[in-house]
């Protein structure tokens, strides 16, 4: 007995020291395995999911003798927070294949991945200390290959080198290209997109920042140059990142009081054409940064949640009211999530009981989008640590109705922290990432599982191809599209912020209608594009693109093709489509003193009139020789109406 007790602690000392790098991975094969602690030396890299370095790991292999599908658990009750990475390739230039982190259902912390692996390939396991180095038990087990579901679309590993946690997407430079950025407290590293393929790394060293982006980063352009700046959400405050005027360098902006920042956002939250920012405090009243569009950032906290728990906020007109809502996703302390209706008045009032949307759910993150193409904002909240998702269906009246049964979402299981929607396959339905998995959308609020899909991050598009990818630790995960069409739009503000954050776009097809507003900051942690990006189906023709800026001014375009990029200026949409026969055209927009109007090709009497914000008339304008003297006007936001022939046209202008 005591030669057998021997040898057997001598085989699993063996095994434990065997496990501490990749060149030394256990082999394994489908079966049940115990981790005593995670303590090998080599970490791992890249980082294929989630976000954060790890300082050891615990390396296994395993190549099938068919193609199959492999599930890696440790969903088995150890209760230990768990990340799991899983590579291909050679040691020392390994490929991302797959991987999850808190897709647990009997341990919200524990990890499940499911990915379809190849004959004869070896796929190297690694469990890394991000969160814990306690020991657990995993199980690998093979069953049938996932089939793919109608409208799935698959993603290719990419590499960028240089690139380590490119966790913000933003078109840092005004190309209208994403980008990827990594961030810390003395440097900023952009990985350029580069027209036509590829990518340029540029490290700018930056004056040590106060707070580092540990728990969140968000971009918009705060002053209004053309470059966009940085937010850093830290655990003990806000770190602003200002770009000269250059894009070239960053100034730091701190020195705020403490916050523990969570989520954090830029928006117009008073609506005066100056982005404002805002941060969730974890432990304190929420707090906001207005702009007061000479450099600086107004400190306030109040008004918008006073108790703590505040997690994951998204700014978005959920009442259609032409102003920005803020809700908050709540877990912890106080996990009541808050919907803060605003009033426009600057004052905010939490809708969130009167709404069903205020019992003790647990979450970081929502998803807020137009699932069902109705033109309001639906949202999911999905779980961090509770054992239920809610699908919340938009009235259009400003309440909801809680639409999980049947949904796909009442038998979904998995649990993030992070929540975002986009058309990944451009069916023209919203899909849903989160959870260790892509849910896609039939635009019925049904979805779909796919348990293969990347783990949620930054989403853009990162080789121009109009399908939208997923930013990785080292790379990216590149969208291997399908035949389906797309459309771009890029918003430019003018009366509006810069980057036209709030602002509302229309597409209309014969697929119907479809809309996005444009958000910073959406998940928990991460940041994406600016751009709104549509899937069109098999449609090939748009019959109009419609933008709602924040300002009230809205521009209409017509004969856009399939398949392109769209910049629109606001209240310049006439300059970049060319009008079409029946179209009233008006510039400039905003105007001063004098107003262009073209008016359509018609018989009959003329009949005009204008009308205010509120819709009053203020006078019955004379237009002669194609001009309207507006400089007898209030500043402000005014609708043109013209009745010829029994057709109404109309067309909106900011007066200075």
């Not at 950025?181 to 106060?210: K, L, W």
């Not at 269906?393 to 009442?410: E, H, P, Q, R």
Request: with cysteine; charged share 15%.
């Amino acid at each position: 007995m005591r030669s057998l007790f021997t040898l057997f602690l001598l085989v699993v000392t063996t095994a434990a020291f065997g496990q501490n790098s990749c060149s030394t991975a256990l082999t394994i094969t489908p079966g049940t395995y115990t981790v005593s602690g995670i303590d090998g030396p080599e970490a791992t890299t890249p980082i294929c999911i989630a976000t954060g370095v790890a300082s050891a790991a615990e390396w296994y292999k395993y190549t099938p003798a068919q193609d199959t599908a492999i599930t890696i658990t440790t969903d088995l009750g150890s209760g230990t927070d768990t990340r799991i990475q899983i590579y291909t390739g050679a040691c020392g230039s390994l490929v991302c294949a797959g991987g999850d982190d808190d897709s647990g259902t009997a341990y919200s912390l524990a990890s499940v991945a499911t990915l379809n692996v190849e004959a004869n390939v070896t796929y190297r396991i690694a469990f890394d200390n991000r969160w814990s180095s306690d020991g657990f038990t995993f199980r690998l087990s093979e069953q049938a290959p996932v089939v793919p579901v109608e409208g799935m679309v698959t993603f290719s590993t990419s590499t960028i080198p240089g690139l380590s946690g490119g966790d913000c997407v933003v078109d840092m430079n005004g190309d209208d290209l994403d980008d990827l950025v990594r961030a810390s407290t003395s440097n900023i590293n952009v990985q350029y997109q580069i027209a036509g393929g590829g990518f340029q790394g540029v490290n700018i060293p930056t004056t040590a920042a106060d707070h580092s982006p540990s728990w969140s980063i968000v971009a918009g352009d705060l002053d209004g140059n053309g470059y966009t700046d940085l937010m850093y959400g830290g655990g003990q405050g806000a770190t602003f990142m200002m770009a000269n005027a250059t894009g070239t360098a960053f100034t730091e902006v701190s020195g705020f009081p403490y916050i523990f920042c969570q989520r954090t956002n830029m928006v117009d939250i008073n609506n005066d054409g100056h982005l404002d920012a805002f941060s969730c405090h974890d432990v304190d009243a929420n707090v906001k940064f207005l702009n007061d569009g000479n450099g600086n950032l107004i400190y306030s906290q109040g008004g918008l949640g006073e108790v703590c728990g505040n997690y994951g906020s998204v700014w978005v007109d959920y009442d259609d009211d032409g102003d920005v809502d803020c809700f908050v996703a709540k877990c912890g302390c106080n996990p009541n999530d808050l919907l803060m209706r605003n009033d426009g008045n600057g004052v905010f009032t939490d809708v969130a009981p009167e709404l069903g949307l205020s019992d003790n759910h647990q979450s970081w993150s929502s998803a807020w989008g137009d699932f069902d193409n109705d033109g309001d904002q639906d949202m999911l909240i999905g779980s961090s640590s509770s054992n239920y998702h809610k699908l919340m269906m938009n009235n259009g009246n400003g309440t909801f109705t809680n639409v999980t049964a049947g949904s796909g979402f009442d038998t979904f299981g998995g649990q993030s922290i992070e929540w975002c929607t986009h058309d990944f396959n451009n069916d023209g339905y919203l899909d849903i990432l989160g959870g260790g998995a892509m849910m896609y959308g039939d635009g019925a609020l049904h979805f779909t599982k796919d348990d293969t899909a990347p783990g949620n991050s930054g989403v853009g598009d990162f080789n121009a191809d109009g399908f939208l990818d997923i930013a990785s630790w080292s790379g990216a995960f590149i969208n291997d599209g399908n035949d389906n069409n797309w459309v771009k739009v890029n918003t430019i503000g003018t009366v509006s912020n810069k980057d036209g954050i709030g602002a509302k776009v229309y597409i209309t097809s014969a697929l119907g209608r479809q809309m996005r507003q444009v958000k910073s900051g959406d998940a928990f942690s991460t940041m994406s594009s600016l751009n709104s990006y549509f899937g069109l189906g098999q449609n090939a023709v748009i019959d109009e693109i419609e933008v709602r800026w924040p300002s009230g001014i809205v521009d209409l375009l017509t004969g856009i093709p399939v398949n392109s990029v769209v910049t629109i200026v606001e209240g310049l949409s006439t300059g970049i489509a060319q009008p079409v026969l029946g179209e009233l055209r008006i510039y400039p927009n905003p105007v001063a003193d004098l107003l262009q109007v073209e008016v359509p090709m018609g018989n009959g009497t003329r009949i005009w009139e204008l009308t205010d914000a509120a819709g009053k008339v203020v006078s019955v304008p004379t237009v002669l020789g194609g001009q309207l003297d507006v400089s007898g006007l209030g500043s402000g936001f005014y609708v043109l109406h013209l009745e010829q022939g029994g057709i109404n046209y109309q067309r909106s202008f900011t007066k200075f």
